[in-house]
C-alpha cells in the first residue's frame, strides 16, 4: 500500500477515537458530546498539537483535503438525519416565526458587523463581508444538540430549523448582491433576479419531488434483490439533492440534505432509513466532521491588537443572534424562555459563513488578518453554543410530545 493511502487511515482513526474518547469525556461533565468533538479537533490542529505537520502525516499534501471533503459527507448526513427527526406539516406550522427570526437574525448580526468592523479600521467592502460572516448560521451543531437533548421536534427545533432555511437564503442572496457592488461580478440587476429565480425553481422543483416523486421510487427501491437498497438509494438521492442545492439553487449543500430527510420521514421505511444511515453517520462521517472544525482553525495567526477586534466581534456573533433570532420569536409570540433558547440554537456559525470570508478573500476584499479572526469567530461561536443550550434546557425535565430517541454521540 501506498505511504499516502496509509497516512489516511491512520489519520482517520485517531481522528474517531480522539471524537469519541472527547464526546464521552463532555458527557461525565454534563455537556454535548459535541462539544468535545469539537475542542478534540482544536487539540489536534495547528491551534496545539498541528497534527497534519507530524513526521507521519507531513508528507501527504492531500491528507487535509480529503479529511475535509469527509467532513463535508457528515455534516450532509447529519442534516439529512436531522431532517428525518421532523414531520414536515409541523415544520410549516413554525413558517411565521422562522420567517421573523431566520430575518431579523441575518439583519441584527450584518448591521452590528459592519459597525463593529468599520469601528476597528475596516473599509466599507470589508465591513460589509464581515458583517455577512457574522449573519450566516450553521444548525448542524444545534440540531446535533437537540437531537441529543430529545428536544428536536419542539416547537424551538422546528422553528431553529425553519429559521435556518430562510437565513441561509437571505444570507446567499444578500452576498450575491454584496458580490455585485465591491467584487467586480457583473449583471446588475439582473444576476439578483436569476439568484433569486434558481433558488425558488431549487425550492419548487425539490419540494414536488420529494412530494410525489420520492415515495415510488424508494417502493420501487425496497423491491430491487440486492443488499441495502434502501439504504444505497437514500445515500444517493441525499448526495444529488446536496448537488443540486448549491449548482443549481445557489444554497448550502446542506440545505438540499435536510429537505431529503424530511420527505423521507413521511414514508414508511422512516426507521430504517434511520437506522441505517445513523450507523453510517455517527460511526464514522460526523465525528470527523466535528473534529475537522478545529483542523481548520490556528488561532496562533491572531496576535497583538487584533485580539481585541476578533474577542469584539466573537461577543457580537453570540449576542447579535439571540436579540435578533431571540426577539423574532418573542414578537411572533414565543415564551421568554423558548425565545432565549432559539436565539442560542442559531448562535453557531460554519459553512455558509466560511464560504462569504473565503469569497471575500479571493476576492482581495478580506485581508488574511480579519480572514483569522472570522476563523476564530465561528470556531468560538460554535463551541459556546452547545453549552450554553445545555444549560438553558438544564430544567426541561420531561421531553416534548413526540420527540426521537437521541441521536447516538
Not at 292 to 299: C, D, R, S, T
Not at 345 to 364: C, K, N, Y
Request: hydrophobic letters at 60%; one cysteine or more; proline letters at 3%.
Amino acid at each position: 500500500m501506498s505511504h499516502e493511502f496509509l497516512s489516511f487511515i491512520l489519520a482517520v482513526a485517531l481522528i474517531i477515537v480522539a471524537a469519541k474518547l472527547s464526546g464521552y469525556l463532555s458527557i461525565r461533565i454534563g455537556q454535548p458530546s459535541v462539544l468535545g468533538e469539537l475542542l478534540a479537533g482544536l487539540i489536534l490542529g495547528p491551534t496545539l498539537l498541528n497534527m497534519y505537520h507530524w513526521p507521519t502525516f507531513a508528507h501527504d499534501e492531500m491528507l487535509a483535503e480529503v479529511i475535509k471533503m469527509m467532513a463535508e459527507l457528515g455534516v450532509i448526513f447529519l442534516m439529512m438525519l436531522a431532517g428525518l427527526e421532523l414531520h414536515l406539516n409541523e415544520l410549516l406550522d413554525s413558517g411565521k416565526v422562522a420567517a421573523v427570526s431566520g430575518t431579523l437574525g441575518v439583519i441584527t448580526p450584518l448591521l452590528v458587523g459592519m459597525g463593529l468592523a468599520m469601528a476597528f479600521g475596516a473599509g466599507l467592502a470589508e465591513a460589509v463581508f464581515i458583517g455577512l460572516a457574522l449573519s450566516a448560521t450553521s444548525v448542524s451543531i444545534s440540531a446535533q444538540t437537540l437531537m441529543e437533548l430529545n428536544v428536536l421536534r419542539s416547537p424551538v427545533g422546528l422553528a431553529l430549523l425553519g429559521a435556518a432555511v430562510f437565513d441561509d437564503i437571505l444570507v446567499i442572496l444578500l452576498l450575491s448582491i454584496a458580490a455585485i457592488l465591491f467584487g467586480g461580478a457583473v449583471g446588475g440587476l439582473g444576476a439578483i433576479g436569476m439568484t433569486i429565480f434558481w433558488m425558488v425553481a431549487y425550492l419548487v422543483g425539490a419540494s414536488l419531488i420529494g412530494l410525489f416523486v420520492l415515495p415510488t421510487v424508494i417502493r420501487l427501491a425496497n423491491r430491487l434483490p440486492v443488499s441495502q437498497s434502501i439504504i444505497a438509494f437514500v445515500i444517493v438521492i441525499t448526495l444529488l439533492s446536496s448537488w443540486a442545492a448549491e449548482v443549481i439553487g445557489g444554497m448550502a449543500a446542506i440545505t438540499g440534505a435536510f429537505l431529503v430527510g424530511l420527505f423521507l420521514a413521511r414514508t414508511p421505511y422512516k426507521n430504517r432509513i434511520e437506522e441505517g444511515v445513523s450507523a453510517l453517520a455517527f460511526g464514522f462521517f460526523v465525528p470527523i466532521f466535528f473534529v475537522n472544525i478545529g483542523l481548520e482553525v490556528n488561532m496562533r495567526g491572531i496576535t497583538g491588537n487584533l485580539w481585541w477586534f476578533a474577542i469584539a466581534l466573537t461577543i457580537a456573533a453570540v449576542l447579535t443572534k439571540i436579540i435578533g433570532c431571540g426577539g423574532g420569536a418573542l414578537l411572533t409570540g414565543f415564551s421568554r424562555m423558548d425565545s432565549l433558547r432559539l436565539g442560542i440554537g442559531m448562535v453557531s456559525r460554519g459553512e455558509v459563513g466560511l464560504i462569504v470570508a473565503s469569497f471575500a478573500v479571493s476576492q482581495g476584499l478580506l485581508s488574511h488578518e480579519n480572514f483569522s479572526i472570522v476563523i476564530f469567530m465561528v470556531i468560538i461561536a460554535t463551541l459556546v453554543t452547545p453549552p450554553m443550550l445545555r444549560a438553558v434546557y438544564s430544567n426541561n425535565q420531561e421531553p416534548t410530545k413526540g420527540d426521537q430517541t437521541p441521536a447516538p454521540a
